[in-house]
């Protein structure tokens, strides 16, 4: 069986050399949609809390919200950096609350303090989903993974291994058999 969630995430971006009108800088309101595949857990009788899968993704992927994302290539990118040294707020700010941890993957690297994600292909809505898959695979057990931006969407479907120890009481994941949330214990 499946839990689902999904959130949104509002990111400016173009596509870099691409022949149409995305290759001037433009935003959207992206929704991930993440599918999550276990047994069900039988002392809450779900497979995971929602809110947990979306507070799981959310501590990273807020990196992704109200940020400028740019393919590493893009001559944008040293531009809008001048600019913000310039300004004084390329290191951040004490108003630049919402502040993911720093990543660094194969295919993206994230800057915080200046809500900047660097790609290393176009962040198409297919693009997201290799980014953000990268990311979540050893902490959720996705089984698919949908990004809608605009008119395009993508999906691709995963095959899940395992199963994920989960709270009784709560069914969030235990760590070394302790439920971090609750405090319960595997009997
Ligand atoms: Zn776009
Ligand atoms: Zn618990």
Redesign the pocket.
């Known amino acids: 069986m499946r839990s689902i969630t999904r959130f949104d995430l509002q990111y400016a971006?173009?596509?870099y050399r691409f022949s149409g009108e995305?290759q001037y800088l433009?935003?959207?309101t992206g929704t991930l949609t993440i599918e999550v595949e276990d047994s069900i857990n039988a002392g809450v009788n779900m497979v995971f809390p929602c809110n947990e899968i979306k507070k799981t993704a959310w501590n990273i992927l807020q990196n992704f919200d109200h940020a400028l994302v740019l393919r590493e290539d893009d001559p944008l990118l040293p531009a809008i950096l001048a600019v913000y040294e310039q300004q004084e707020i390329k290191n951040g700010t004490p108003t630049n609350k919402m502040r993911g941890p720093a990543f660094k993957t194969e295919w993206a690297t994230a800057y915080p303090g200046c809500r900047l994600v660097v790609t290393r292909e176009t962040?198409?809505a297919e693009g997201m989903i290799k980014i953000v898959y990268d990311l979540l695979k050893d902490k959720l057990n996705i089984a698919k993974l949908t990004f809608r931006?605009?008119d395009?969407t993508a999906s691709q479907e995963y095959l899940p291994e395992g199963t994920m120890d989960r709270c009784p009481c709560c069914g969030i994941a235990m760590v070394n058999g302790v439920c971090p949330k609750c405090g319960c214990r595997r009997k």
């Open positions: 971006h173009r596509f995305a433009h935003g959207h962040m198409t931006s605009g395009n």
